[in-house]
């Protein structure tokens, strides 16, 4: 069985600050895991991966996240925000083996965290 | 044309209507999902294809008939529609046997009930 909580289904964060979307996870098997960014009226678009290589993963956009074992997390982070960062953004997590008899590669989203950005 | 492409972007239709959603990609996957993104709810999977074969249902109406011709194409056939239907209709796929890749997917279907 695997989920996935994101903390904070709204985070606000002035241009030039910090971002910090967090986001922990429970898998039975180790877990890939994945950040989604989706732009109003757009589909979700792949930001990340963590797939059991180097535990501080670059993605696009100047975003990165680091995949910590022992505290179950994979927290997204940017260090300046920009206006065009404004979206929706999802953790997944899905299985490295398919279990329980799927014959596909499982994602299971978080609830997702709305992040603003004010001038 | 690369990724997932959804038609129609919009799509407004009465109750008694009936229509489809198309979804086709071209990254030589073979499985296909629909989600269900309504205001303020989680996205809700609908339907699995793994291989052409239906392999998940999560509940959901038969309003809602899905269609897997082949690898490369999707389909959600709707009818009699109630108006909490309205949401965002996004496709996506995936290897089967890829999990480490995630899932692409399309830009989403607007639909509104009237």
């Known amino acids: 069985a695997q989920s996935v909580t994101q903390l904070g289904s709204h985070v606000s964060v002035s241009e030039g600050a910090l971002v910090l979307l967090r986001c922990n996870y429970s898998s039975s098997v180790p877990p890939y895991l994945f950040w989604y960014v989706q732009y109003p009226n757009q589909g979700l678009q792949l930001l990340l991966k963590?797939?059991?290589?180097?535990?501080l993963v670059k993605g696009i956009n100047g975003f990165e996240a680091e995949f910590k074992k022992s505290e179950t997390s994979f927290h997204l982070t940017k260090p300046s925000a920009h206006m065009s960062d404004a979206a929706e953004y999802f953790c997944a997590v899905s299985p490295t083996i398919n279990a329980g008899g799927t014959s596909y590669g499982k994602l299971t989203f978080g609830q997702g965290t709305i992040l603003t950005v004010h001038p | 044309e690369t990724g997932v492409t959804q038609t129609p972007r919009h799509l407004v239709m009465g109750m008694t209507n009936k229509k489809s959603l198309k979804c086709e990609q071209h990254?030589?996957?073979?499985?296909m999902y629909w989600y269900k993104q309504s205001a303020k709810k989680p996205l809700e999977l609908m339907f699995v294809y793994s291989l052409e074969e239906r392999v998940e249902n999560n509940s959901v109406p038969s309003r809602f008939s899905p269609e897997c011709p082949n690898s490369s194409h999707l389909f959600l056939h709707l009818h009699t529609l109630q108006p909490e239907d309205s949401a965002l209709y996004l496709c996506?796929?995936?290897?089967?046997?890829?999990?480490?890749?995630?899932?692409?997917f399309g830009s989403g279907t607007r639909l509104t009930v009237v």
């Open positions: 990254l030589g996957h073979n499985a």
């Open positions: 996506a796929s995936s290897q089967v046997s890829g999990s480490r890749y995630g899932y692409t």
């Open positions: 963590y797939t059991s290589a180097a535990t």
